[in-house]
């Protein structure tokens, strides 16, 4: 497990800090608000690199997602947070993340587990080869955008 990630930054709607909380817990059937955030990772040709959830996971096991996701620790920024995770779930070693929507939220339930954060999607644009930790990863794939926006549109539960 990844120790510096145990815990979830419990906040509220104006994203004032309320506590932390152990984050395989908190993720049940009432989530309270937290800190998450998530990062989308194109190559060069355009092409977006989704994961496969891993079978091992809480939430979402198996689950197609977009390249990174997580939650921040306390005090620390959503960039250094993406950079955290890109190096651990995928082995890569990224400076550029980029903040593209910084008020992004949701609120959804799959199998009993509620997400419930405040989540702020960014950017970050790699050709090397990522590494999956299979603890966190079980496939990888890179994905045209176009592709991957008509796939969203014409399936949207997938």
Same mark, same amino acid.
């Given at each position: 497990?990844?120790?510096?990630?145990?815990?979830?930054?419990?906040?509220?709607?104006?994203? +004032?800090?309320?506590?932390?909380? *152990?984050? @395989?817990?908190?993720? /049940?059937? #009432?989530?309270?608000?937290? $800190?998450?955030?998530?990062?989308?990772?194109?190559?060069?040709?355009?092409?977006?690199?989704?994961?496969?959830?891993?079978?091992?996971?809480?939430?979402?096991?198996?689950?197609?997602? +977009?390249?990174?996701?997580?939650? *921040?620790? @306390?005090?620390?920024? /959503?960039? #250094?947070?993406?950079?955290? $995770?890109?190096?651990?779930?995928?082995?890569?070693?990224?400076?550029?993340?980029?903040?593209?929507?910084?008020?992004?939220?949701?609120?959804?339930?799959?199998?009993?587990?509620?997400? +419930?954060?405040?989540?702020?999607?960014?950017?970050?644009?790699?050709?090397?080869?990522?590494?999956?930790?299979?603890?966190?990863?079980?496939?990888?794939?890179?994905?045209?955008?176009?592709?991957?926006?008509?796939?969203?549109?014409?399936?949207?539960?997938?």
């Amino acid at each position: 497990m990844d120790n510096d990630s145990d815990y979830v930054v419990l906040v509220d709607r104006q994203n +004032n800090v309320l506590g932390t909380s *152990p984050k @395989l817990a908190t993720h /049940n059937s #009432n989530t309270p608000l937290h $800190r998450g955030f998530s990062l989308f990772l194109f190559n060069s040709k355009g092409e977006l690199l989704l994961q496969q959830r891993s079978h091992k996971k809480k939430t979402w096991p198996l689950i197609w997602s +977009n390249s990174v996701c997580g939650h *921040p620790m @306390l005090n620390e920024s /959503n960039e #250094n947070a993406a950079k955290r $995770r890109l190096d651990y779930e995928l082995g890569l070693k990224i400076n550029n993340v980029k903040m593209i929507l910084p008020d992004f939220s949701y609120k959804t339930e799959l199998n009993g587990i509620v997400e +419930n954060e405040l989540c702020p999607v960014m950017v970050a644009f790699t050709d090397e080869k990522p590494k999956p930790n299979n603890n966190e990863v079980e496939d990888i794939k890179w994905i045209n955008w176009q592709e991957f926006v008509t796939d969203v549109k014409n399936n949207p539960g997938k």
